[in-house]
Nanobody, 115 residues
Framework: VQLQASGGGLVQAGGSLRLSCTASGSIFSIDAMGWYRQAPGKQRELVAR???????NYADSVKGRFTISRDGAKNSVYLQMNSLKPEDTATYYCNVRALLPGVLWGQGTQVTVSS
């Protein structure tokens, strides 16, 4: 079982990026998929999460700028990030919570926003 994330990169402030993450392998009953981020010297924090029922929650700092979506058939989750700010610079981690095998983390993808 693994999570493959992609879509990070370097962008100027005000720009956009779209992150993608696909879970593959033996996964049973995904409850939620989401994104966390960790900036240097800071704790990992929730960015956005979507449950299997479609409920979402976002960090206050990204509300109105980021949008999470899922493709259940593909076990994929996406994060559309608009109006990026330098403070969004971090390593972004895909996260999946499933009945089996439990909580999964992706390898991280770097997002760098220049001012």
């Amino acid at each position: 079982v693994q999570l493959q994330a992609s879509g990070g990169g370097l962008v100027q402030a005000g720009g956009s990026l779209r992150l993608s993450c696909t879970a593959s392998g033996s996964i049973f009953s995904i409850d939620a998929m989401g994104w966390y981020r960790q900036a240097p010297g800071k704790q990992r924090e929730l960015v956005a999460r979507m449950t299997s029922g479609g409920s979402t929650n976002y960090a206050d700092s990204v509300k109105g700028r980021f949008t999470i979506s899922r493709d259940g058939a593909k076990n994929s989750v996406y994060l559309q990030m608009n109006s990026l700010k330098p403070e969004d610079t971090a390593t972004y981690y895909c996260n999946v919570r499933a009945l089996l095998p439990g909580v999964l983390w992706g390898q991280g993808t770097q997002v760098t926003v220049s001012s």
